[in-house]
């Protein structure tokens, strides 16, 4: 039997539950709902009192796992879209991101996130968030492409003692199949090369994964062998592996779904450029986002995120430099 990516989320949440009784889950209907997208389903039946609804108040459900954390507890606070996440900006960045730093307590909480976009989801429903909270020092951003690391990143997320913001990808949550779930799994904070490739480095995370892996399908058939790294977390980042690939290849192309401005792409190029500029062998390039605001029709969203087709051609853009 298959397990998809939400499966996986929520036997990692089980698992937590399980093991440590400092565990409880919060959120708007996480209790016997099971979610706005099943990810806590049947978990209140099997941990009475541990999976708790939450008002609808985004600010006061991480200021009361803030609360919580600092007394012992680890609680993960499911936000329904990463798009209300905003509502709890303070707490996130100013309470729970600095707590530690201020008094020696540490805040282990986790804060999870339905990221990015679906067909028709519009602008209130789509938003990918990471790097808005990466700028922030004092949280991890763990975002990750399989079904393996969504178990693995997400235990790995309540056990740590820093605030983790988890970006799990709406899209990949019933689209995404793996046959087990791991035993063993790479920390957070190091890069997994997907794909293995000499002639370009692409650098991708969350969905974009798999749109640059399909697109080095397309470009292997052309005899072009591309490089595929998999961040898996945007804070802490992995540089030494982007470097060690650019090494390798020469070129790189920087994939997100986010908006360009400000974004995880540019800080990956602005790293290489500073670090590693006589690695390059053409002007490194980024691919995210329109710059405008999510667009509802289908059609209209298909064009303004990144897809195969068009990190297929911008690889072959940045291959004729």
């Not at 039997?1 to 089980?14: F, G, P, V």
């Not at 602008?123 to 990750?144: I, K, R």
């Amino acid at each position: 039997m298959s397990i998809t990516y939400l499966d996986a989320i929520r036997e990692a949440q089980a698992r937590a539950l399980a093991d440590d009784p400092r565990v409880f889950v919060y959120g708007q209907d996480v209790g016997a709902f099971g979610g706005a997208f099943k990810a806590t389903k049947n978990l209140a039946q099997q941990f009475p009192g541990r999976v708790l609804d939450a008002p609808i108040s985004e600010d006061a459900m991480i200021g009361a796992a803030i609360g919580a954390a600092i007394e012992g507890m680890r609680p993960i606070i499911e936000i329904q879209f990463a798009d209300f996440s905003t509502a709890a900006f303070n707490q996130i960045v100013n309470h729970a991101g600095a707590y530690f730093w201020r008094t020696g307590v540490p805040c282990p909480i986790t804060v999870r996130l339905p990221s990015g976009g679906t067909s028709g989801s519009g602008p209130f429903h789509s938003q990918t968030m990471e790097a808005l909270y990466a700028h922030y020092p004092g949280l991890v951003v763990m975002t990750p492409a399989t079904v393996e690391d969504a178990y693995s990143m997400l235990l790995e997320a309540v056990a740590i003692d820093d605030p983790v913001v988890f970006c799990e990808h709406k899209l990949l949550y019933y689209h995404l199949k793996a046959e087990s779930l791991p035993s063993e799994a790479l920390p957070t904070g190091k890069a997994r090369i997907a794909r293995t490739g000499r002639d370009m480095t692409i650098v991708a995370y969350s969905a974009m994964v798999h749109e640059a892996l399909a697109a080095a399908d397309e470009l292997a058939a052309e005899g072009t062998k591309v490089e595929v790294l998999d961040l898996r977390s945007v804070k802490p980042l992995d540089t030494d592996t982007v470097m060690a690939s650019v090494a390798r290849t020469g070129r790189l192309l920087c994939v997100g779904e986010a908006w360009p401005w400000g974004g995880v792409t540019a800080e990956i190029i602005a790293r290489v450029c500073s670090e590693g500029f006589d690695l390059l062998d053409a002007p490194p390039q980024r691919l995210n986002a329109k710059d405008t605001p999510i667009p509802y029709h289908p059609n209209l969203w298909a064009v303004h995120r990144p897809t195969a087709r068009t990190v297929a051609a911008a690889s072959r853009r940045l291959l004729s430099l």
